[in-house]
């Protein structure tokens, strides 16, 4: 009898180190999961700008799907971020796929002699006066992108430093998920 305070005394003490241990180890799984998810699947990011006004604002914070092109496709007219440079990551509309010939003529946009319709061109439109941009035409080689931004007058894209290696690609805008009013997850209409 004389030794059953000591044995319980010593069992609390068990218990309390299993206890410690499962909340170190239980955080521990919950940080490395959550480099796994930010590393290869989903990171977050900050617009910084209007080049791609009236369909993101500056200081719009998204979500980007980083997987989505290691098993699929880049489309035209998805919205990407990528590494412009070493230190600065952009957000633009891809527009043109590798062989595509774009060609812009009096504000109509022209891929491999088709034109198309850009919806999402309708609300920097209703804002400005006259073209959004000057006439263009290239054709993208292989292996890379040709973006633009929505706001065509304020952007800096690939008719300013040129063609988009597919490398550089950091994943597709999935969802704005800040201001909350904002919230939104399609970028095409």
């Known amino acids: 009898m004389a030794n059953e305070p000591l044995e319980n005394e010593e069992a609390d003490k068990e218990k309390k180190k299993s206890g410690w241990f499962d909340w170190v180890k239980t955080i521990g799984i919950a940080l490395i999961a959550a480099?796994?998810?930010?590393?290869?699947l989903f990171s977050s990011y900050a617009v910084d700008g209007s080049s791609m006004e009236?369909?993101?604002?500056?200081?719009?914070l998204l979500i980007i799907n980083k997987i989505g092109y290691t098993v699929g496709d880049i489309d035209r007219f998805d919205v990407v971020v990528f590494h412009f440079n070493e230190q600065d990551d952009y957000v633009k509309r891809v527009i043109g796929l590798p062989g595509d010939h774009v060609v812009y003529k009096d504000d109509q946009l022209f891929i491999n002699d088709e034109p198309y319709d850009e919806p999402y061109l309708e609300g920097i439109r209703a804002q400005s006066l006259g073209k959004l941009m000057g006439d263009l035409d290239q054709t993208v080689p292989p292996g890379s992108l040709f973006v633009l931004g929505d706001n065509r007058r304020g952007s800096s894209d690939s008719r300013h430093f040129g063609f988009v290696p597919i490398e550089?690609?950091?994943g597709q805008v999935s969802l704005r998920f800040w201001p909350l009013n904002d919230f939104d997850f399609n970028f095409y209409s």
Do not use: A
């Open 168 to 170: 550089h690609v950091v």
């Open 54 to 60: 009236t369909t993101l604002h500056d200081g719009d």
């Open 35 to 40: 480099i796994i998810i930010r590393t290869f």
